[in-house]
């Protein structure tokens, strides 16, 4: 399966998931005796994929270098990016470093999983180097919609690598942490060789707005709201979090968090100082019927009305202290993730008809975006001034969008590659080139169990689906 190189120096870069698809990220580094991988993310079903809960990515690839496996780089802590972990560490034991937020999300969701699996977690800080057979990698802070995410600039046998992971030039972020264009711009003094960057909002013009503007937008609606305000969004989401709670506060509010993955997500963040609270911001679930219903904000999970999440079950009234009426509002702060739109549209028309007024990010703003938009790209090219880059996170068009931004910004066409996931890239004798093909896909997990067979097990469900 895609025989290595016989030079004297050379690395090998593999997309295992993640350049055809936004979501199961993992990409692996290949040296002769060393192998490292980036991310090993998780894909949410879409719509072709009924009662899956999930797809990670083939591991066979890796299977068959398990000997040489040194070490997993965490970019950051989204499920798209960590959420397959457990099913590899459980098979290929081998460190997994990232920053505290990434590993204390990861650790929860290995808690369930596979708790062994926990021991090969080394927590790492934004600026520190790691040392793994022939890599050496540097975790450079950059702002996302979660604390503790990174860049990697990396040193490997066959050249210099810069990973984005998921970023943006947020220029007042609300936990005042930066991205570390410095030193972004300091490693790419000595040369950059290959820049894998983020795609997804490649056909978005323009920046992507600062976290503060949804804060801004809370800060007009909360005051016009006569009864409990619903704030939806995505647990991990702890800047937005920590929004929430000051512009209630502002309010006159208190503040109570909802669903298993908010107060989690929100107990992790306080512990690591990624939120800060003042006396009396947060009730206890128990003290919320006790409040008037204009004092008191539910920050909750279930903006993409998953079945079961906190706001569908408030909104089909199976939580009794958090019951709809008129004067409440319902608050979405976050995009709809495409594939589920039409759950969406019928959890909003159900908050509705109970009186409640509903704002999502189509009409009033209180969503913004945690990747980088065009103007945002062409910083980062002009910022590391890569002799190639290959886009990833991204669908087909995605990364499309971001090899012609490359292009027109004079980095010759030959220089950007556009392959997909299986798609090798080779450096070696200073050059970077297409290499061999190798197998990849993606695997079912049903019922929390891998299916081995996932493609007859989806046929079928397909089939019971159209005709009973």
């Not at 969701?109 to 040392?131: K, M, N």
């Not at 790419?188 to 920046?207: F, H, I, K, R």
């Amino acid at each position: 399966m895609g025989e290595a190189p016989a030079g004297p120096a050379w690395t090998r870069v593999i997309p295992l998931g993640g350049l055809e698809e936004v979501g199961l990220n993992a990409l692996a580094l290949e040296a002769e005796r060393d192998l490292v991988l980036i991310d090993c993310g998780l894909l949410f079903p879409p719509p072709d994929c009924p009662g899956i809960d999930y797809l990670i990515p083939d591991f066979a690839f890796l299977r068959e270098r398990r000997e040489k496996l040194r070490a997993v780089l965490l970019t950051h802590g989204h499920e798209d990016h960590v959420g397959a972990l457990g099913h590899l560490l459980a098979e290929l034991p081998a460190p997994v470093y990232g920053t505290p937020m990434a590993l204390g999300l990861l650790e929860a969701r290995l808690a369930e999983a596979a708790p062994a699996t926990r021991r090969h977690l080394q927590p790492v800080a934004a600026g520190d180097q790691v040392e793994t057979g022939a890599f050496r990698a540097r975790f450079l802070q950059v702002t996302h919609s979660v604390p503790g995410a990174c860049a990697l600039a990396l040193e490997t046998p066959g050249g210099r690598i810069v990973h984005t992971g998921d970023f943006t030039f947020d220029p007042s972020p609300v936990d005042g942490r930066r991205t570390d264009e410095a030193g972004l711009a300091a490693w790419a003094q000595s040369g950059v060789d290959l820049l894998c960057c983020d795609s997804t909002n490649a056909l978005v013009p323009g920046e992507t707005p600062p976290e503060k503007r949804v804060g801004d937008a809370l800060r007009r609606l909360l005051p016009r709201v006569g009864g409990r305000a619903y704030v939806s969004l995505f647990a991990t989401n702890v800047h937005r979090i920590q929004q929430a709670m000051e512009v209630s506060r502002e309010a006159g509010r208190r503040v109570v968090f909802l669903g298993r993955s908010v107060v989690q997500c929100a107990r992790l963040a306080r512990r690591l100082g990624h939120l800060r609270l003042a006396p009396g911001d947060v009730v206890p679930e128990l003290r919320a019927s006790s409040l008037p219903r204009g004092a008191l904000t539910v920050v909750l999970g279930g903006s993409q009305a998953e079945p079961g999440s906190a706001l569908w079950r408030v909104a089909h009234g199976l939580e009794p202290r958090h019951r709809l009426s008129p004067g409440d509002a319902v608050i979405l702060c976050a995009r709809r993730i495409p594939g589920n739109e039409v759950p969406i549209r019928r959890l909003v028309d159900r908050c509705l008809r109970q009186g409640a007024q509903v704002h999502d990010t189509e009409s009033s703003g209180v969503h913004v975006s945690g990747h980088p938009a065009r103007d945002d790209l062409e910083r980062m090219l002009r910022l590391v001034r890569p002799r190639h880059l290959l886009p990833v996170h991204g669908e087909a068009r995605h990364r499309d969008a971001l090899a012609r931004l490359a292009s027109d910004g004079g980095l010759g066409a030959e220089r950007v590659f556009r392959g997909g996931n299986g798609q090798t890239l080779l450096r070696e004798g200073g050059h970077v080139h297409p290499g061999p093909r190798v197998p990849v896909g993606r695997v079912v997990v049903d019922a929390g169990t891998v299916a081995a067979e996932g493609a007859a097990l989806l046929a079928d469900r397909r089939r019971l689906g159209a005709s009973g």
